[in-house]
């Protein structure tokens, strides 16, 4: 079914491209506005438990408005979601206290090469060309993390709880790009994120300092962190969540895979660029070049199916 995607629903395929796209560049922004939280004194837990608890009630509001009625199918697809998504929040955001914001989102990346490996698992097809781009997206990503100058390639604690984060990435586009085909985009996106508000906030609550929700008033003062609540809840959360939901629906795992390896270099680029106070990184020229080949994959991803089709049609009427 997924190989037929793309003919079956030109528009929507492009719709589906362009949504899941910009959803990659507003995560790309969510690892510094985490990183700027936790410098700031909130716990992991209590900042996941703002983040999720602000999300689901604005996404609560939307099927109040518009009268959605969840069914019980629709929330157990939702529950086993948030309980792989509050999994691999927790690896990324507690990684972020050990690694640089631009490392750990690369290595989140790597997502890239895992997702198509559990596709295949279920019984998914896999388009030429969304392997070569998942191959070159992961040579990318691994000229952006390895430094050759440092013990064990750099690689630390964060990173490795990152690595587990990019793994649990992969299982959840496979997931929902399989339940986005049977549940509504608003439905599933707000009881995944009911899901992680709940588990957080009770994991904040049951947890000592500094794990919990101790300071959390005096946190919640320093300027700018309401607005990286804010980013974070609605634009990262309600939106995001919403358009993935939706959109996966007509698009491969290994294609949203591959789009979302621009996340990273998102990331990257605000990391560098000194826009988030207190976060200033520098990329090297390899790590540059890596970059480039993500943007490559991705573009190869997209229009290797279509110059491939339109080389077989020019072909054909050479012959006829």
Not at 47 to 69: M, Q, T, Y
Not at 109 to 128: A, H, K, N, Q
Not at 173 to 192: C, K, N, P, Y
Request: hydrophobic share 50%; proline share 4%.
């Amino acid at each position: 079914m997924q190989e037929n995607l793309q003919q079956t629903h030109p528009k929507k395929h492009f719709l589906a491209v362009f949504g899941l796209g910009s959803t990659a560049l507003v995560w790309g922004g969510t690892f510094a506005a985490v990183a700027y939280a936790l410098h700031g004194g909130l716990s992991v837990n209590a900042l996941l438990s703002l983040r999720f608890v602000l999300g689901a009630l604005a996404l609560g509001a939307v099927l109040l408005v518009l009268r959605i009625k969840p069914t019980k199918a629709e929330l157990l697809d939702g529950l086993w979601l948030g309980l792989v998504v509050a999994t691999l929040f927790w690896f990324q955001t507690d990684g972020l206290r050990f690694t640089s914001t631009s490392k750990s989102a690369f290595i989140t990346g790597l997502y890239v090469i895992f997702t198509p490996m559990i596709s295949m698992l279920v019984g998914d097809r896999l388009r030429p060309s969304h392997g070569f781009g998942a191959g070159l997206a992961l040579t990318g990503l691994l000229l952006l993390v390895y430094q050759p100058s440092l013990a064990f390639g750099g690689w630390n604690r964060g990173d490795s709880e990152t690595l587990v984060n990019a793994v649990l990435v992969g299982v959840h586009i496979v997931m929902t790009g399989h339940f986005s085909r049977r549940d509504r985009g608003w439905v599933l996106a707000w009881s995944q994120v009911a899901v992680v508000g709940i588990v957080f906030t009770i994991a904040a609550a049951c947890s000592p300092a500094p794990y919990g929700f101790q300071g959390l008033q005096i946190s919640l003062r320093l300027p700018g962190l309401w607005l990286a609540l804010t980013y974070l809840a609605l634009l990262a959360t309600t939106v995001a969540f919403y358009i993935q939901s939706s959109m996966q629906a007509f698009v491969s795992a290994t294609e949203t895979a591959v789009l979302f390896s621009m996340e990273p270099v998102f990331a990257g680029l605000i990391a560098v660029s000194g826009w988030i106070p207190g976060i200033k990184e520098h990329l090297s020229p390899r790590q540059w070049t890596g970059a480039a080949f993500i943007v490559s994959a991705t573009l190869l991803a997209e229009l290797g199916p279509r110059l491939w089709k339109a080389h077989a049609i020019e072909e054909e009427d050479a012959i006829g």
